[in-house]
Protein backbone atom coordinates (compact mmCIF):
# COMPACT_ATOMS: atom_id res chain seq x y z
CA UNK A 1 0.00 0.00 0.00
CA UNK A 2 1.47 3.48 -0.95
CA UNK A 3 1.44 6.27 1.39
CA UNK A 4 -1.20 8.07 -0.73
CA UNK A 5 -3.38 5.39 -0.46
CA UNK A 6 -3.30 5.28 3.64
CA UNK A 7 -3.58 9.33 3.38
CA UNK A 8 -6.62 11.16 3.07
CA UNK A 9 -7.05 13.40 0.13
CA UNK A 10 -7.65 17.46 1.08
CA UNK A 11 -7.91 19.30 -2.09
CA UNK A 12 -5.14 20.49 -4.89
CA UNK A 13 -2.13 22.32 -4.36
CA UNK A 14 -4.03 24.84 -6.49
CA UNK A 15 -6.85 25.93 -4.17
CA UNK A 16 -4.51 25.41 -1.75
CA UNK A 17 -2.38 27.84 -2.99
CA UNK A 18 -5.03 30.59 -3.52
CA UNK A 19 -6.72 30.15 0.01
CA UNK A 20 -3.00 30.24 1.76
CA UNK A 21 -4.92 27.76 4.42
CA UNK A 22 -7.17 25.38 4.94
CA UNK A 23 -8.85 23.75 7.97
CA UNK A 24 -9.96 20.39 7.90
CA UNK A 25 -10.67 17.12 9.91
CA UNK A 26 -9.02 14.18 9.15
CA UNK A 27 -9.95 10.85 10.77
CA UNK A 28 -11.37 13.10 13.53
CA UNK A 29 -8.66 15.30 14.43
CA UNK A 30 -9.08 19.21 13.49
CA UNK A 31 -5.96 20.13 10.89
CA UNK A 32 -4.86 23.12 9.71
CA UNK A 33 -2.93 23.26 6.04
CA UNK A 34 -0.75 25.97 5.33
CA UNK A 35 1.39 26.92 2.14
CA UNK A 36 3.89 28.51 2.82
CA UNK A 37 7.13 29.65 0.72
CA UNK A 38 6.70 27.17 -1.27
CA UNK A 39 5.80 23.72 0.30
CA UNK A 40 3.00 22.48 2.37
CA UNK A 41 2.44 22.32 5.79
CA UNK A 42 -0.11 20.19 8.19
CA UNK A 43 -0.86 20.85 12.29
CA UNK A 44 -2.61 20.40 14.79
CA UNK A 45 -5.30 23.14 14.48
CA UNK A 46 -5.29 23.42 17.81
CA UNK A 47 -3.02 25.94 19.68
CA UNK A 48 -1.64 23.82 22.83
CA UNK A 49 -1.17 26.90 25.08
CA UNK A 50 -5.08 27.13 24.82
CA UNK A 51 -6.41 25.16 22.55
CA UNK A 52 -6.75 29.25 19.97
CA UNK A 53 -7.29 28.00 16.32
CA UNK A 54 -3.89 27.90 14.59
CA UNK A 55 -5.99 28.41 11.34
CA UNK A 56 -6.26 32.05 12.21
CA UNK A 57 -2.57 32.93 13.24
CA UNK A 58 0.07 34.01 10.54
CA UNK A 59 3.23 32.77 8.92
CA UNK A 60 6.27 34.74 8.10
CA UNK A 61 9.75 32.97 7.21
CA UNK A 62 8.57 29.73 8.41
CA UNK A 63 7.46 30.54 11.71
CA UNK A 64 3.81 30.19 12.94
CA UNK A 65 2.39 32.50 15.20
CA UNK A 66 -0.66 32.19 17.07
CA UNK A 67 -3.24 35.35 16.53
CA UNK A 68 -4.38 34.76 20.59
CA UNK A 69 -0.98 34.78 23.25
CA UNK A 70 1.43 34.70 19.93
CA UNK A 71 3.10 31.51 20.60
CA UNK A 72 5.47 31.04 17.72
CA UNK A 73 5.90 27.99 16.32
CA UNK A 74 8.37 26.31 13.62
CA UNK A 75 5.83 25.87 10.78
CA UNK A 76 7.72 22.74 9.82
CA UNK A 77 8.04 20.23 13.04
CA UNK A 78 5.54 22.11 15.16
CA UNK A 79 8.49 22.73 17.99
CA UNK A 80 7.45 25.52 19.91
CA UNK A 81 10.02 28.74 20.44
CA UNK A 82 7.84 29.95 23.74
CA UNK A 83 8.34 27.71 26.71
CA UNK A 84 5.01 28.46 28.24
CA UNK A 85 3.47 26.54 25.31
CA UNK A 86 4.14 23.52 23.45
CA UNK A 87 4.97 21.50 20.78
CA UNK A 88 2.41 21.47 18.24
CA UNK A 89 1.80 17.57 16.78
CA UNK A 90 2.31 17.81 13.16
CA UNK A 91 1.18 15.60 10.17
CA UNK A 92 2.96 13.61 7.17
CA UNK A 93 2.10 15.27 3.84
CA UNK A 94 2.70 14.84 0.20
CA UNK A 95 1.60 16.43 -2.69
CA UNK A 96 0.99 13.25 -5.68
CA UNK A 97 -0.47 14.29 -9.31
CA UNK A 98 -0.93 18.06 -7.90
CA UNK A 99 -3.20 16.66 -4.76
CA UNK A 100 -2.24 16.81 -1.10
CA UNK A 101 -2.53 14.34 0.89
CA UNK A 102 -2.42 14.11 4.62
CA UNK A 103 -2.23 11.42 7.13
CA UNK A 104 -2.53 10.87 11.08
CA UNK A 105 -0.75 7.84 11.49
CA UNK A 106 2.41 8.96 13.34
CA UNK A 107 1.20 10.12 16.09
CA UNK A 108 3.11 9.48 19.88
CA UNK A 109 1.87 6.71 21.50
CA UNK A 110 2.83 4.58 25.27
CA UNK A 111 6.80 4.98 26.24
CA UNK A 112 7.08 7.81 23.41
CA UNK A 113 4.36 9.72 24.71
CA UNK A 114 5.79 9.51 28.19
CA UNK A 115 9.17 10.11 27.84
CA UNK A 116 7.86 13.59 26.02
CA UNK A 117 5.68 14.71 28.97
CA UNK A 118 8.47 13.77 31.65
CA UNK A 119 10.35 16.00 29.82
CA UNK A 120 8.00 18.82 29.99
CA UNK A 121 7.47 18.02 33.00
CA UNK A 122 10.90 18.60 33.77
CA UNK A 123 10.71 21.92 31.44
CA UNK A 124 7.71 22.99 33.75
CA UNK A 125 9.51 22.28 37.21
CA UNK A 126 12.52 24.30 36.07
CA UNK A 127 10.70 27.41 34.35
CA UNK A 128 8.45 27.04 36.98
CA UNK A 129 5.30 27.34 34.70
CA UNK A 130 2.09 25.69 36.24
CA UNK A 131 0.03 25.22 32.64
CA UNK A 132 3.01 23.11 31.80
CA UNK A 133 2.81 21.12 35.52
CA UNK A 134 -0.78 20.33 35.04
CA UNK A 135 -0.75 19.36 31.66
CA UNK A 136 2.29 16.72 32.31
CA UNK A 137 0.63 15.53 35.20
CA UNK A 138 -3.09 15.18 33.41
CA UNK A 139 -0.93 13.04 30.29
CA UNK A 140 1.54 10.95 32.35
CA UNK A 141 -1.16 9.87 34.87
CA UNK A 142 -3.96 8.96 31.92
CA UNK A 143 -0.71 6.92 30.36
CA UNK A 144 -0.48 4.98 33.24
CA UNK A 145 1.99 6.76 35.20
CA UNK A 146 1.94 5.82 38.97
CA UNK A 147 1.66 8.76 41.20
CA UNK A 148 4.49 7.85 43.52
CA UNK A 149 6.61 7.98 40.25
CA UNK A 150 5.64 12.06 39.45
CA UNK A 151 6.63 12.10 43.51
CA UNK A 152 9.94 10.90 43.49
CA UNK A 153 10.51 13.28 40.47
CA UNK A 154 9.53 16.01 42.46
CA UNK A 155 11.74 15.22 45.31
CA UNK A 156 14.80 14.71 43.24
CA UNK A 157 14.09 18.19 41.50
CA UNK A 158 13.55 19.68 45.11
CA UNK A 159 17.10 18.59 46.37
CA UNK A 160 18.67 18.88 43.09
CA UNK A 161 17.94 22.47 42.76
CA UNK A 162 18.06 24.24 45.85
CA UNK A 163 21.21 25.05 47.40
CA UNK A 164 19.73 24.84 50.85
CA UNK A 165 18.21 21.00 50.45
CA UNK A 166 14.73 20.21 51.40
CA UNK A 167 12.63 23.22 51.85
CA UNK A 168 8.79 24.36 52.59
CA UNK A 169 8.06 22.84 48.81
CA UNK A 170 9.14 19.52 49.40
CA UNK A 171 7.71 19.19 52.74
CA UNK A 172 3.90 20.63 50.84
CA UNK A 173 4.88 18.05 48.62
CA UNK A 174 5.13 15.37 50.78
CA UNK A 175 1.79 16.72 52.95
CA UNK A 176 -0.16 16.38 49.26
CA UNK A 177 0.75 13.23 48.45
CA UNK A 178 -0.23 11.75 52.23
CA UNK A 179 -3.53 13.39 52.00
CA UNK A 180 -4.22 12.16 48.55
CA UNK A 181 -3.90 8.39 49.65
CA UNK A 182 -7.57 8.55 51.10
CA UNK A 183 -9.23 10.93 48.49
CA UNK A 184 -10.41 10.33 44.81
CA UNK A 185 -8.36 10.46 41.69
CA UNK A 186 -8.92 13.97 41.14
CA UNK A 187 -8.02 14.26 44.58
CA UNK A 188 -4.62 12.67 43.79
CA UNK A 189 -4.27 14.92 40.66
CA UNK A 190 -4.94 17.93 42.42
CA UNK A 191 -2.48 17.04 45.20
CA UNK A 192 0.06 16.76 43.15
CA UNK A 193 0.00 19.59 40.82
CA UNK A 194 -0.02 21.45 44.18
CA UNK A 195 2.92 19.38 45.89
CA UNK A 196 5.09 19.85 42.38
CA UNK A 197 4.15 23.91 41.72
CA UNK A 198 5.02 24.36 45.68
CA UNK A 199 8.58 22.54 44.63
CA UNK A 200 9.21 24.04 41.51
CA UNK A 201 8.19 27.48 42.61
CA UNK A 202 10.66 26.75 45.93
CA UNK A 203 13.72 26.01 43.90
CA UNK A 204 13.05 29.07 41.26
CA UNK A 205 16.22 31.58 40.80
CA UNK A 206 18.05 29.27 43.43
CA UNK A 207 21.08 27.75 42.62
CA UNK A 208 21.22 24.16 42.37
CA UNK A 209 23.01 21.88 45.40
CA UNK A 210 25.84 20.41 44.70
CA UNK A 211 25.81 16.86 47.31
CA UNK A 212 28.61 16.21 49.34
CA UNK A 213 30.51 13.03 49.62
CA UNK A 214 31.22 10.59 52.11
CA UNK A 215 34.46 9.94 54.14
CA UNK A 216 37.35 8.46 52.46
CA UNK A 217 36.86 4.77 51.80
CA UNK A 218 40.36 3.55 51.48
CA UNK A 219 40.54 3.02 55.76
CA UNK A 220 38.15 1.69 58.01
CA UNK A 221 35.62 4.49 58.52
CA UNK A 222 34.24 5.62 61.91
CA UNK A 223 31.61 3.29 63.78
CA UNK A 224 27.90 4.53 63.68
CA UNK A 225 28.51 5.60 67.11
CA UNK A 226 31.39 8.51 66.76
CA UNK A 227 29.45 8.92 63.49
CA UNK A 228 26.40 9.92 65.35
CA UNK A 229 28.39 11.81 68.06
CA UNK A 230 30.36 14.05 65.41
CA UNK A 231 27.21 14.89 63.46
CA UNK A 232 25.50 16.28 66.68
CA UNK A 233 28.93 18.50 67.22
CA UNK A 234 28.51 19.69 63.93
CA UNK A 235 24.69 20.47 64.02
CA UNK A 236 25.31 22.26 67.26
CA UNK A 237 27.59 24.60 66.00
CA UNK A 238 25.75 24.67 62.27
CA UNK A 239 28.80 23.08 59.99
CA UNK A 240 26.15 21.76 57.52
CA UNK A 241 28.49 20.65 55.61
CA UNK A 242 30.31 18.67 58.33
CA UNK A 243 27.12 17.44 59.16
CA UNK A 244 25.81 16.22 56.11
CA UNK A 245 29.37 14.18 55.03
CA UNK A 246 28.74 12.58 58.48
CA UNK A 247 25.21 11.21 57.58
CA UNK A 248 26.53 9.99 54.24
CA UNK A 249 28.93 8.64 55.12
CA UNK A 250 26.68 6.46 57.93
CA UNK A 251 24.50 5.58 54.93
CA UNK A 252 27.40 4.39 52.87
CA UNK A 253 28.09 2.17 55.61
CA UNK A 254 24.83 0.33 55.33
CA UNK A 255 23.12 2.14 58.36
CA UNK A 256 19.29 0.70 58.29
CA UNK A 257 16.76 3.42 58.69
CA UNK A 258 16.65 3.26 62.12
CA UNK A 259 20.02 3.59 62.49
CA UNK A 260 19.31 6.98 60.51
CA UNK A 261 16.19 8.15 62.57
CA UNK A 262 18.14 7.93 65.93
CA UNK A 263 20.46 10.15 64.26
CA UNK A 264 18.53 12.89 63.17
CA UNK A 265 15.97 12.76 65.61
CA UNK A 266 18.87 12.59 69.12
CA UNK A 267 20.27 16.05 67.03
CA UNK A 268 17.07 17.38 66.57
CA UNK A 269 16.55 17.16 70.18
CA UNK A 270 19.36 18.33 71.62
CA UNK A 271 17.45 21.66 71.99
CA UNK A 272 14.54 22.33 73.99
CA UNK A 273 13.43 24.82 71.47
CA UNK A 274 13.93 24.42 68.10
CA UNK A 275 15.26 26.76 65.08
CA UNK A 276 16.10 26.55 61.59
CA UNK A 277 19.94 27.39 62.66
CA UNK A 278 19.97 24.00 64.04
CA UNK A 279 17.47 21.92 62.27
Known amino acids: MTEATKSIPICTIEELKQKGYLSVIVQGHDIVVFYSEGSVYALDNRCPHMGFPLSRGSTKDGILTCDWHHARFDIKTGGCFDLWADDVPVFPVNVIGGRIFVSTDRRRRGEELQAYYLRRLNDGMEQNIGLIIAKSILALVSEGMAPSELFRRGLEHGTKFRQEGWGSGLTILTCMMNIAIHGTQDDKLRALYHGLS?????????????????????????????????????????????????????????????????????AATDHRFLDSGHV
Open 198 to 266: AVSNDCSGQPPRFPVGPLPQEREIPDKVTLKRWFRHFIEVRDGDGAERCLVTTIRAGAGPENIADMLFT
